[in-house]
């Protein structure tokens, strides 16, 4: 099992910029979660899901976008980068109390 | 609101035991979850304790108190490997997705 993968590794956009991070899991789960981490920061959620085709909103929504058509791709889409994207981003999935995450996508807006 | 408090550092050396505290105040409560992070990585799973009581695995314990709103994560016999962040989070909604975590708690182990 490969658990929950994560592409890119590393991007760099301008302002403005669209993009989509992948996100995928072989674990068969039905919860997926967007979070990002701020330095010296907790993570803090963006947007989830409970099974295909259900998504929700987390604490920090705003300029992000997803969808999720399949039990294992949870992608996130920037819709607009801007400066305080900045982050690095983690997706996880689980089927009850113990969230596997990703390695994580180190994004940098310029 | 959602706020959870922790200890910005710690410090203590090998073999030593360390407790690293959480208090939380949340607008729903399902749980309490702590996660361990080392530098450049991606959080893992600890522990998770959703009654009053403690929790044992190995090394490492984890308590609840929901009357008081408080947990603890306590490491023992520790080791140069520990030295990392560790997170509370809250399970705040009925699914299993909506967990708050605080700013965590940086530990630093020296021989």
């Known amino acids: 099992n490969a658990g929950v993968t994560q592409t890119p590794k590393f991007q760099v956009l301008k302002t403005g910029q669209s993009m989509t991070l992948q ?3 072989d674990m068969n789960h039905e919860y997926m979660s967007w979070y990002r981490q701020d330095p010296g920061m907790g993570l803090r959620l963006i947007h989830y899901s409970v099974g295909a085709g259900i998504t929700d909103q987390g604490e920090v929504p705003n300029g992000y976008n997803v969808s999720r058509s399949t039990t ?9 980068a801007a400066p305080s994207q900045t982050s690095v981003y983690f997706c996880a999935s689980s089927s009850r109390y113990e969230q596997y995450f990703g390695p994580g996508t180190r994004l940098t807006v310029t | 609101g959602q706020s959870l408090e922790q200890p910005s550092e710690v410090t203590a050396v090998e073999g030593a035991i360390v407790q690293i505290n959480c208090t939380y105040q949340t607008s729903g409560f399902y ?5 361990q992070q080392h530098d450049g990585g991606a959080p893992t799973f ?3 304790n959703a009654l009053d009581g403690l929790e044992e695995t190995g090394r490492f ?3 609840l108190s929901r009357s008081d709103s408080y947990g603890y994560l306590l490491l ?19 699914g299993f997705q909506k967990l708050v975590f605080g700013t965590g708690t940086r530990l630093l182990v020296s021989p």
Do not use: I
């Open chain 1, 72 to 80: 294992e791709d949870f992608p996130l889409r920037l819709l607009s």
């Open chain 2, 61 to 63: 314990s984890s308590f």
């Open chain 1, 23 to 25: 996100c995928a899991q």
């Open chain 2, 46 to 48: 600890l522990s998770y």
């Open chain 2, 31 to 35: 749980g309490l979850s702590w996660y």
């Open chain 2, 76 to 94: 023992q016999e520790l080791q140069m490997k520990d030295s990392a962040s560790y997170f509370c989070a809250v399970l705040a909604g009925t």
